[in-house]
């Protein structure tokens, strides 16, 4: 179905331009019956004139129009003859066909051929038009008593003489009518191509004139300009994306199509050299521009034939060589140009729509349509060309041109769309895959957070059992010990069992969730010991401030803050003899402070650096990530210093 639609819109498309075109025909003027396009009413007088004798003339023809004055003065053989015997009728149009690489050559003369016709008098405004003329250039003039008159020089046009119809208002006659000569110099035995002469009401033929213009000179220049700025927009996404060729195949074909119609554009060189290399070009370039085109086409196909583009390619390489005006210069090579060409197109084509209808791919079905119609109109154009047939017909190009390209830009945005669906498929299953991994990483993230929180649960009871066995364990194993051998008294017993409580409180309590609370934590140790320090009969200053929190701070570390601490108040309660105790917190930047000082005896700390206590306690302190500090002077009391990193190194 979808290729049924495309194909569809491309018939739909093509009938509508031809039926524009066809009523855009009807509603045109026919010619009118006074016009001299029927044999009776044309005769033709020709004369062979060399190089300078018709410089001479319209060099004549260029003065008269710039001087003024009631006679062209020049020599009487090069005015039209004006002898009945030397006029002959003649039925337009009128052509010389080109025999194929025929010979131009100066040494051959000019022929300038006088087609006379009579213009009865009338009371409306009158004009003449010609559709088409393939001549050097073209004049009219009119006799008036006093001599010839030109009433056209379009020698400044001679570049576009080819495809601008002719078209004159006529001045009033009086009773007997005009007679109007139009003169039109050829190269003596080469191609020449006059359409009828159209003689009429001008608003009716001036109608004429302006639709054939439009089709001769506005249609081409108008796809030109739109390939122009096409090619451009194609050599940008060319740049963008170099391995797509074919954006650079259509920028190349624009380029060759501009050069095709340079005539539309630039005038034509004045030397003879300057004008053989312009027109090799112009006529050259069509070659490349149907090569281009079919490349274009067979990047669509699934199937590369290397070896038909190979010699397709190699064919208008070898014909723009050969037809180069270097060795064969006085051969007219144009016939040869557009016969290969059309070979190339025929055979280009014809495999491109064999691949069309092998791979069923509509766009490549719509772009051999496109160049079918190009060649059958480039058939067209070559039969106009040579002037085998048709010699009225303007050249169709440039419409098989639009085809083409509409059919190419078609192809284009299909190739677009695909991509952009494609690209919006492969996005939707990459999602798709995406949300799959998404949660098998959800569950698995899952497990390993119950593994992790399996394995915490594990370590934590593991080092409760630890911290038990090795200090409440151990302190009630001792105490068992010592009450079976009698060795300790009732007293002591319930220290120990005192000692035992706290240190369970003290376990308890770094269980307990502090937010990395250092002085939560120590507020919770001073309500575990308030009493005990009450009963042994100290004071507790209590000088603590707000400290940051501690990212580290986990319940091992916590529970070594703890056991640090105790350690520190009962020396203060055993052997101190002190009355009061002060704990201070401070913070200094990158670490905090903890102090315990006493007012006791103190102690001379060269007595006791190799105790096993004093190295337990450095070691804790090591294991927080700092450092320990004990300052003591006997009778001065002593002070133990705690200070913990706020950010300790390796902190996860």
């Not at 490549?364 to 067209?380: D, E, K, P």
């Not at 009493?531 to 209590?542: E, T």
Request: proline content about 5%; glycine content about 6%; hydrophobic content about 50%.
């Amino acid at each position: 179905m979808p290729e049924l639609r495309a194909l569809l819109r491309a018939w739909l498309l093509a009938a509508l331009l031809a039926g524009g075109l066809a009523a855009e025909a009807q509603r045109l003027p026919q010619p009118s019956p006074r016009g001299g396009d029927d044999s009776a009413h044309t005769e033709l007088a020709t004369s062979q004139w060399t190089r300078a004798q018709l410089g001479a003339w319209w060099g004549a023809l260029r003065r008269h129009a710039v001087t003024g004055g009631n006679r062209l003065e020049v020599p009487p053989e090069l005015l039209p003859p004006s002898a009945d015997a030397a006029w002959q009728p003649r039925q337009l149009p009128d052509v010389q066909a080109r025999p194929g690489a025929s010979m131009v050559s100066d040494a051959r003369g000019y022929e300038m051929r006088w087609y006379r016709l009579h213009v009865p008098s009338g009371g409306e405004a009158m004009a003449l038009y010609m559709p088409r003329l393939a001549t050097l250039s073209a004049a009219v003039l009119v006799r008036t008593p006093q001599g010839w008159l030109p009433l056209l020089d379009n020698q400044h046009v001679q570049r576009e003489q080819w495809a601008q119809p002719l078209w004159l208002p006529l001045p009033g006659s009086d009773a007997q009518g005009l007679d109007l000569v139009v003169a039109l110099p050829v190269p003596a035995g080469s191609y020449h191509a006059v359409s009828r002469i159209f003689v009429g009401p001008r608003d009716m033929l001036e109608k004429r004139w302006e639709w054939r213009l439009r089709m001769q000179t506005g249609l081409p220049l108008a796809v030109s300009l739109t390939l122009a700025v096409l090619g451009l927009f194609a050599v940008t996404l060319w740049l963008r994306r170099p391995d797509e060729a074919i954006y650079a195949l259509f920028a190349l074909g624009a380029a060759a199509w501009l050069v095709r119609n340079l005539h539309y554009y630039v005038s034509l060189p004045a030397g003879r050299v300057a004008q053989d290399w312009f027109w090799w070009a112009t006529h050259a370039s069509l070659g490349w521009v149907m090569l281009t085109a079919l490349l274009f086409a067979l990047r669509f196909a699934k199937r590369r034939a290397r070896r038909l583009e190979r010699g397709l390619t190699a064919c208008v390489a070898l014909v723009s060589l050969v037809t180069m005006p270097l060795w064969l210069r006085q051969l007219d090579m144009v016939v040869l140009q557009y016969v290969v060409t059309a070979g190339v197109a025929a055979v280009g084509t014809a495999w491109l729509a064999w691949l069309a209808w092998r791979e069923r791919h509509v766009e490549m079905r719509l772009m051999a349509m496109a160049l079918l119609l190009s060649v059958l109109v480039g058939a067209h154009d070559l039969v106009v060309l040579a002037g085998w047939a048709w010699p009225e017909h303007f050249f169709w190009m440039p419409f098989a041109t639009l085809a083409v390209m509409l059919s190419f830009l078609h192809a284009v945005q299909c190739r677009y769309v695909v991509a952009v669906e494609q690209v919006k498929a492969e996005n939707s299953q990459l999602q798709e895959d995406l949300d799959e991994q998404i949660s098998v990483l959800q569950v698995q993230n899952a497990q390993l957070r119950e593994v992790e929180r399996q394995q915490a649960l594990l370590l934590e009871r593991q080092r409760i059992m630890a911290d038990m066995h090795d200090g409440l364990g151990s302190s009630l194993l001792s105490a068992l010990v010592a009450v079976e051998q009698g060795n300790m008294s009732q007293e002591k017993v319930v220290e120990v069992l005192r000692e035992c409580v706290d240190d369970l409180r003290l376990v308890i309590d770094s269980i307990e969730p502090v937010g990395h609370d250092l002085v939560s934590l120590l507020a919770t140790m001073r309500y575990r010991l308030g009493k005990r320090l009450q009963v042994g009969g100290l004071k507790l200053d209590w000088d603590v401030q707000d400290l940051p929190p501690l990212p580290w701070l986990e319940p091992p570390d916590a529970l070594h803050v703890l056991r640090l601490m105790q350690e520190a108040l009962n020396n203060v309660l055993k052997h101190a003899c002190a009355s009061r105790v002060r704990m201070v917190t401070r913070h200094h930047g990158s670490y905090v402070e903890i102090r315990v000082e006493d007012d006791g005896a103190g102690f001379d700390l060269q007595n006791i650096q190799h105790g096993r206590g004093l190295k337990s306690q450095i070691k804790r302190a090591q294991r927080l990530g700092g450092k320990l500090r004990i300052d003591s002077q006997p009778g001065m009391g002593t002070r133990l210093s705690l200070r913990l990193p706020v950010e300790r190194k390796g902190q996860g």
